[in-house]
C-alpha cells in the first residue's frame, strides 16, 4: 500500500464524525451559534427522531450574504483570531468545525439575513457541495435545515438509536440549555407537536419549573457561592496556601435538590461551566461529595449549577465537541462547588412534613442570593402560621438551621417510631435510622482522632463462614479493623473474633459482623461512596437498634438527646429521613381549628 493524502470530501467526513456524532450533536451545534449570534428565541424542529429532518431557527444576527459561502469553509470562524483569543473565549464556538462538518454529513439549506441587510439569502449544501445561492426574502435571522443526516456515512447511520431514543437526546440538550440560558425562549417541535417551551424569562427558577415541573422546583434550594464564602473566609489554611484567591474566583450558582429529592440516574446532574454545558467528574464528584452521606446509595441528586470564572482560568479548547474543560486549577474549582453546595445543604435539610399541601411561601418564589440568609432560618419554632417566637436572647433561635430543637419523648409507636414533641410540634423518628445516624457520627469522630474505642471480648468468638463470606472478611479485614473489629485467621474458613468496635452493645457480636459481611457483599452499588463510606454505613446499619424492638423510654431519651447532637440530625447515613414532623399549625388546620 502506498501512502497517499485522502480526497478533501473523505477528509471532511472524518474530521465530521469528531464533532457530528448524532442528531443531537448538529442541534447543540446550531444552537450554540444561534445564542453566539444574540439570539433572543431559537426554535427546533425535528422528524423521525432527527436524522431525516432538523431544523433550528432563530432570530440572532444573522450571516451577511457575502460570508455565507465562507461560513462552510473548514475552519472558517468570525470569533477567533489569534491564539491569544484561544485563552480569553466568551462565545461557545471558535474552531469554525461546525457547519462545514453538518454540511459534509447531511443535506443542508440555509436561509439567513444579516440585521442591516435588505434582502437575505438562501443556500444548499448537499453532502459538503455548494449547490445553489440566490437572495432570497427572510426575517432577520438565520433558519438552518438539516436532511438525510448520515446519508453518505451509512455506517455512522448504524450507530443511531431509535428515533425515540434520538429524541430523547435532543429533549435532554434543549432542557439543559433552557437552564443555562433562561433569557433566551427555547422551544422544540417532534414530529410537529410541541414538545417544550421555555419561558425565557431571564430566572432560572422559571426555566427549573418547566423542565422539571412545578413540584420538582418548589423542592429545589437555591444556592451561591456568596452564601459560602464567609465560611471560606475563616479557612485559615486555604488563605493561607493562597487558594483562596482561585476559590473565590470561581463564582458558583444554580439550585440543587435536598437529600429526600433524588434520582437513579446522574443525568440530571447539569453543570455549565460560563454557560457552556459540560461533562466533567471533577464537578460532578464534588458535588456527590457535598451530599456525603445524606444521599441514599445508588441516588444521584437533580443539580443545575452554573460556574462563572475568568475565561483564561479555563481551556475550553480539549475536545472538538466542547463539552469538556480542562481547568487552570481544579482544586480550587472542586473546593468552591463543595463549599457551596454544603453550606446550602446543611442550611436546609428540612424535616419532611406531613400534611403541608402548600409549599412554605419562601419556597414559592426563587429566592435571590440576599434573601438565601432568611431562608437558613427556616426551622424557628413558630406557634402558628403567624406568630414567630423570636425574642432577642432565644437559645433556640440560633440554632444552626441545621440542627432539631431539644425534643420530650412521650412514648414509641410499633415498637419501631419514638414519638416526641418540640416547640413546634410533633416529631415522629425512626429508631433505627436515628440511631445509625448517631452511630456514624460518634464512629467516625473517634476515627478522625485514630481512636476508636474498642472491647475486648472475654471469649474470643470462632467465625464459621460460607466461602463467600470469608472471602468478603478476609478482604475487608483492615477496614474492619479500622472500626474496632479485630480478626484473626483462625485456620481453614475459621475467623477469630478479638475485639469489637466500644458502640456496639449487640448481645451477639458475631452475628452482628456476619451482618456487616453480607451487607458489604451485597450492598447496592454505591454512585461515588469510598470503600470507607461503604464500610462506614454497613456497618452502622448492621449495628444499629432495628425496628420492631421495644426501647424503655430511659433508653429513647438517650437516643434522642444524642441524635440532637449530631451534626446532621435529620438523615440517616444512606439519605433517608430519621424524622418526620406534624406541627401546631397543620394540627390546628387539620382539627379544624383554625
Ligand atoms: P464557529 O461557531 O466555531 O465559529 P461554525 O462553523 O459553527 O463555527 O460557524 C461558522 C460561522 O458562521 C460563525 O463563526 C458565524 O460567524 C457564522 N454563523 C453560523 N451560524 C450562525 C447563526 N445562526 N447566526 C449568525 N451567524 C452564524
Ligand atoms: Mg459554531
Keep these: 500500500m502506498t501512502i497517499h493524502i485522502l480526497p478533501d470530501d473523505l477528509a471532511a467526513k472524518i474530521a465530521a464524525g469528531e464533532v457530528i456524532e448524532r442528531p443531537a450533536s448538529v442541534v447543540k451545534e446550531l444552537i450554540d451559534n444561534a445564542i453566539d449570534a444574540g439570539a433572543r428565541e431559537i426554535k427546533v424542529e425535528i422528524r423521525g427522531g432527527g436524522p431525516r429532518f432538523i431544523r433550528v431557527a432563530d432570530d440572532g444576527s444573522g450571516i451577511p450574504a457575502s460570508e455565507v459561502e465562507t461560513a462552510f469553509a473548514r475552519h472558517a470562524t468570525s470569533k477567533l483570531h489569534s491564539v491569544d483569543d484561544l485563552f480569553a473565549i466568551t462565545t461557545l464556538g471558535f474552531r469554525g468545525e461546525a457547519l462545514p462538518s453538518i454540511a459534509a454529513v447531511s443535506r443542508v439549506t440555509l436561509v439567513t439575513r444579516a440585521r442591516g441587510e435588505e434582502s437575505g439569502t438562501q443556500l444548499r449544501v448537499d453532502g459538503g457541495k455548494i449547490i445553489e445561492q440566490r437572495a432570497q426574502g427572510a426575517p432577520q435571522g438565520t433558519i438552518i435545515t438539516v436532511e438525510d443526516l448520515f446519508r453518505h456515512v ?130 460532578q464528584h464534588a458535588v456527590i461529595e457535598a451530599y456525603h452521606t445524606a444521599l441514599m446509595v445508588g441516588r444521584a441528586p437533580i443539580v443545575a449549577l452554573d460556574l462563572l470564572l475568568p475565561p483564561d482560568a479555563v481551556d475550553v479548547n480539549v475536545h472538538p465537541t466542547k463539552s469538556q474543560v480542562r481547568f487552570r486549577d481544579s482544586s480550587a474549582v472542586f473546593n468552591a462547588v463543595q463549599r457551596t453546595v454544603r453550606a446550602a445543604l446543611t442550611g436546609n435539610a428540612p424535616i419532611p412534613s406531613i400534611g403541608i399541601t402548600q409549599p412554605p411561601s419562601w419556597q414559592r418564589e426563587p429566592i435571590s442570593p440576599a434573601q438565601t440568609q432568611s431562608a437558613l432560618n427556616l426551622y424557628r419554632p413558630t406557634l402558628s402560621n403567624e406568630t414567630t417566637i423570636q425574642p432577642p436572647g432565644d437559645q433556640t433561635t440560633r440554632l444552626p438551621a441545621a440542627q432539631i430543637p431539644m425534643l420530650r419523648v412521650l412514648g414509641q409507636i410499633a415498637s419501631t417510631y419514638i414519638i416526641a414533641e418540640g416547640p413546634d410540634g410533633l416529631y415522629l423518628i425512626d429508631q433505627h435510622a436515628a440511631h445509625e445516624r448517631v452511630l456514624y457520627e460518634q464512629l467516625s469522630a473517634e476515627r478522625a482522632g485514630a481512636q476508636v474505642a474498642v472491647q475486648e471480648l472475654l471469649d474470643p468468638a470462632p467465625l464459621q463462614l460460607t466461602p463467600a463470606q470469608f472471602a468478603a472478611l478476609e478482604a475487608n479485614r483492615a477496614a474492619l479493623a479500622s472500626v474496632g473489629f479485630g480478626i484473626e485467621p483462625f485456620g481453614g474458613q475459621t475467623f477469630l473474633l478479638r475485639t469489637v468496635p466500644a458502640v456496639l452493645k449487640a448481645s451477639d457480636p458475631r452475628a452482628a459482623l456476619v451482618a456487616i459481611v453480607d451487607e458489604m457483599e451485597q450492598g447496592e452499588e454505591p454512585l461515588e461512596k469510598s470503600a470507607d463510606a461503604r464500610l462506614m454505613t454497613s456497618v452502622c446499619k448492621s449495628i444499629a437498634v432495628k425496628g420492631g424492638q421495644v426501647l424503655s423510654l430511659e433508653e429513647m431519651r438517650e437516643l434522642v438527646r444524642r441524635l440532637e447532637q449530631t451534626a446532621a440530625p435529620r438523615t440517616c447515613p444512606h439519605g433517608r429521613p430519621t424524622m418526620i414532623q406534624l406541627n401546631v399549625a397543620t394540627l390546628e388546620r387539620e382539627f379544624g381549628r383554625k
Excluded at 184 to 211: C, E, H, W, Y
Excluded at 222 to 240: G, P
Excluded at 252 to 274: C, Q, W
Design 154 to 283: 451509512p455506517a455512522r447511520l448504524k450507530f443511531l438509536k431509535t428515533p425515540a431514543t434520538e429524541a430523547g437526546h435532543i429533549a435532554d440538550l434543549i432542557n439543559a440549555y433552557a437552564i443555562a440560558y433562561p433569557q433566551i425562549r427555547f422551544s422544540l417541535v417532534n414530529d410537529d407537536r410541541l414538545a417544550f417551551q421555555s419561558p425565557g424569562t431571564g430566572k432560572m427558577f422559571d426555566a427549573l419549573v418547566k423542565v422539571f415541573g412545578i413540584e420538582v422546583a418548589h423542592q429545589m434550594i437555591q444556592v451561591s457561592s456568596a452564601m459560602a464564602s464567609s465560611e471560606a473566609a475563616n479557612d485559615s489554611a486555604s488563605f493561607r496556601s493562597g487558594r483562596l484567591a482561585m476559590t473565590n474566583a470561581v463564582q458558583v450558582t444554580g439550585f440543587i435538590s435536598p437529600p429526600s429529592l433524588n434520582r437513579a440516574t446522574r443525568k440530571y446532574m447539569l453543570f455549565f461551566v460560563n454557560h457552556r454545558w459540560v461533562q466533567d467528574r471533577t464537578i
